[in-house]
């Protein structure tokens, strides 16, 4: 059973930046897409960045291209989201996901993911 554990959330001004992590444990994670989605307060939970099993494919919501990376380490089992340029709209709770699938798979759709992280709160506010 894979489990998921989000890390490096935190209180940051508008500008800054942070760097969250997910790490799994379990099954090796080279197997698994992974999706960081976040939720805000009032809001749905919304796909903000997804990478392809291999690394190879990622994507953005639009709202956070250009200021977010996401990266992976299989060797270490871990996922990572740089984030910069940080606003206060950003704020919300942080999820990891994953979905056991093939080396092209990229998609951020909620309903696709199967594993889930419990989540790393992020406040963006001066």
């Known amino acids: 059973q894979l489990q998921l554990v989000e890390s490096g959330g935190g209180l940051v001004q508008p500008g800054g930046s942070l760097r969250l992590s997910c790490a799994a444990s379990g099954p090796t994670l080279g197997v698994y897409a992974i999706g960081w989605f976040r939720q805000a307060p009032g809001k749905e939970r919304e796909g903000i960045s997804c990478?392809?099993?291999?690394?190879?494919?990622?994507n953005y919501a639009d709202s956070v291209k250009g200021r977010f990376t996401i990266s992976r380490d299989n060797a270490k089992n871990t996922v990572h989201l740089q984030m910069n340029s940080l606003k206060p709209e950003d704020t919300a709770v942080y999820y990891c996901?994953?979905?056991?699938?093939?080396?092209?798979?990229?998609?951020?759709?909620?309903?696709?993911?199967?594993?889930w992280g419990q989540g790393t709160q992020v406040t963006v506010s001066s």
């Open positions: 996901a994953a979905k056991f699938t093939g080396p092209l798979f990229r998609r951020c759709v909620l309903s696709e993911y199967d594993y």
């Open positions: 990478i392809s099993s291999t690394g190879g494919s990622t």
